[in-house]
């Protein structure tokens, strides 16, 4: 079945459910002082991989890349690169917070910008949103590494921006795969930039495979299924449903990497559920 044939809520928790994965798989590689690779590593064969799934997939459908933008690519490069660089020195529930808060800044932004206007349900569930992760997220945390949280800071812009931009793509998985082949010479660029002046490359068998899930399914397949739902979404209510990935994405290190399950992780978890389904109401009439 063509993206463009799925439903828009199936698309969206499609997508919603890979970005959580890319949470999952980039903490399992680089957290911590025994990471599985190095942050340019995973960020060059995360992005590889993920060019090469779309490959395929436009292959068996006799479609070829197209629509994609060297500014779409270097913002696709940009979250890529900075998410995985910040991921070694910032917390991952800080890290929710400062990524997923500059996500919703420039798509709101960019809405109001536009001339989109929320109804009075939809600000309060903004608000209660933020709110949650900010539970989520601050109570017991230590200030952030400012190098890194400035990293995840412009990781969110940037994927805002992307978001943004590929709400005019009319054919989204030729889009992505694009985008995703631009990106390529940018990732290795970074590659051999850190291989010279930051840290050895460091790679184990684990590390690639976890790389390579990341690029080929949450990226690659999930962004493709993301492009499709955002011709059908506003900026603003493209920017609230991301806000539940934290959500996911934390459920799933309960249930795949054994982190404890918390009363402030419901509370969180509670509090976004219940601000997205506000935030996405129609008002009566509408």
Same mark, same amino acid.
């Given at each position: 079945?063509?993206?463009? /044939?799925?439903? %828009? ?43 090469? @799934? ?13 629509? $994609?933008?060297? #500014? ?22 800080? =890290?929710?917070?400062?990524? +997923? #808060?500059?996500?919703? @800044? ?8 536009? #001339? ?5 349900? $939809? ?8 709110? =949650? ?13 400012? %190098? $890194?949280?400035? &990293? ?12 943004? /931009?590929? /709400? ?17 010479? &940018? ?9 010279? +002046? ?53 459920? #799933? ?13 419901? %509370? ?19």
């Amino acid at each position: 079945m063509s993206p463009g /044939r799925i439903p %828009v809520p199936l698309l969206v928790s499609l997508a919603l459910l890979g970005f959580a994965g890319n949470s999952l798989l980039c903490r399992a590689a680089l957290s911590g002082g025994a990471a599985l690779v190095d942050p340019a590593t995973f960020t060059s064969v995360r992005l590889a991989s993920g060019a090469a @799934t779309l490959a395929l997939l436009l292959l068996a459908r006799g479609a070829r890349p197209g629509q $994609g933008t060297f #500014g779409s690519a270097f913002a696709l490069f940009a979250y890529a690169a900075g998410f995985s660089l910040a991921y070694v020195r910032i917390g991952a529930g800080v =890290g929710a917070l400062v990524l +997923f #808060g500059c996500v919703q @800044t420039t798509m709101l932004g960019a809405g109001l910008l536009y #001339g989109e206007r929320p109804s009075a349900s $939809g600000w309060i569930g903004l608000s209660l949103a933020l709110g =949650g992760l900010l539970v989520l997220a601050a109570p017991g945390a230590t200030a952030p590494d400012p %190098v $890194g949280a400035l &990293l995840m800071a412009a990781a969110g812009v940037a994927w805002g921006i992307y978001s943004l /931009r590929g /709400r005019s793509a009319k054919r989204p998985l030729s889009a992505t795969a694009d985008n995703f082949a631009r990106a390529i010479p &940018l990732t290795l660029a970074l590659s051999l930039g850190s291989a010279f +002046f930051l840290e050895v490359p460091r790679i184990s068998p684990r590390g690639l495979l976890l790389a390579v899930a990341s690029g080929a399914l949450a990226s690659g397949v999930g962004y493709s299924l993301w492009y499709a739902a955002l011709p059908r979404l506003s900026a603003l209510r493209a920017s609230v449903v991301q806000l539940l990935v934290p959500v996911l994405a934390t459920a #799933g290190s309960v249930l795949f990497l054994g982190e404890q399950l918390t009363a402030r992780i419901v %509370v969180a978890g509670a509090m976004l559920a219940t601000g997205v389904l506000l935030a996405l109401r129609k008002p009566r009439g509408s």
